[in-house]
């Protein structure tokens, strides 16, 4: 059975239509469902004191970090370690890696959870991404962090 390209690239325009005339908007969601936000015209420092100061409000800690990456890690309760733990029972952590990546007129923030297992061990430290359990809460913590600076171009 043969489809006219007319009709298959109709239905394409479409599907689409409502996506291409409502645009994008970068401010809110980085990409791929990952945690994410945008803040214009603020230095990298001034973002990264910023992710600190929210992270450590909602009881996260500051791990390793570079220039351009923060890492937090948060103890999970006794539900997270039973169903992310192993069969020694050791405390399971969600492991926020928050990238600040410059953008030219803002600073985007790309962040990625994942749950660890015997954190600090480098031996046997091992970690699983997931995004159940831990990404609205970092969602909310980048929109307060997006939310204290002024909206860009465009923006409300």
Known sequence: MKFPIRSVLALLLAVSAPALLTGCNTRKHASFGHPGAFVY?????TVGLALMEEFK????????????????????????????????????????TVEIIDMGDG??????VRKVRNRGDWATEESSWSMAGGGSEVQEILDKVQGRFPAGPNED
Do not use: I, N
């Open 41 to 45: 015209r603020q230095s990298l420092e």
């Open 107 to 112: 600073q985007k923030l790309f962040a990625t």
């Open 57 to 96: 409000f909602k009881g996260y800690e500051l791990g390793r970090s570079k220039s351009r990456e923060l890492v937090f890690d948060k103890k999970e309760g006794a539900g997270g370690s039973l169903m992310h733990g192993d069969w020694a029972g050791g405390p399971v952590y969600t492991r926020v």
